[in-house]
């Protein structure tokens, strides 16, 4: 059974600063989800990650995978407020591993507040 | 372009009694998933329909969910005799193909917010 783990469940950071969030899963994977909800709100696709040294960068934030170790990062640079909200790493398990790889486990989630 | 919407948005219900939550995936989109949000938690899988054909209903508690996807498109999840556990919000997901076969990713919809009384 895939199970995900993600680190730091809160974090509280100030703009300007960097810092990571990460996420461990259990057993192999074939693509690795972040999404951001907003409170209240769905969640919104960030990234998909489908292979060993992806990385992906959208504005200030960075996502990367490495497969051997089953860790993605979501690195946050020069925080600012309006990235406060709630990231959530997913994994797939692989389509050749037996599971149904259709069904994304969630991590619990990083509350993120940026402060002034 | 239209995103997942669902309906409900908010709903109350008093314990024992049933309720049907609607979701209207993407058009086009051949997957939808239902999940299930407790609060402070990721979402969790419930179901999964390929087309009008539920291929994996692993997830669903018990027996008093129930969930369809008669033509392809439009689902609802039903809940029988409610209790307060069910409360969570109730999320749907849908993507563009075959996601066993694809690295689709999943585009939600807002949710509903189900409150058992």
Known sequence: ELKVEQNPLFLSMQEGKNYTIYCNYSTTSDRLYWYRQDPGKSLESLFVLLSNGAVKQEGRLMASLDTKARLSTLHITAAVHDLSATYFCAAAPRWNSGGSNYKLTFGKGTLLTVNP | ?117
């Open chain 2, 1 to 117: 372009g239209a995103g997942v919407s669902q309906s409900p948005r908010y709903k109350v219900a008093k314990r024992g009694q049933d309720v049907a939550l609607r979701c209207d995936p993407i058009s086009g989109h051949v997957s939808l998933f239902w999940y299930q949000q407790a609060l402070g938690q990721g979402p969790e899988f419930l179901t999964y329909f390929q087309n009008e054909a539920q291929l994996d209903k692993s997830g669903l508690p018990s027996d008093r969910f129930f969930a369809e996807r008669p033509e392809g498109s439009v689902s609802t999840l039903k809940i029988q005799r409610t209790q307060q556990e069910d409360s969570a919000v109730y999320l749907c997901a849908s993507s563009k193909s075959r996601t066993g076969y694809s690295q689709e990713t999943q585009y939600f919809g807002p949710g509903t917010r189900l409150l058992v009384l």
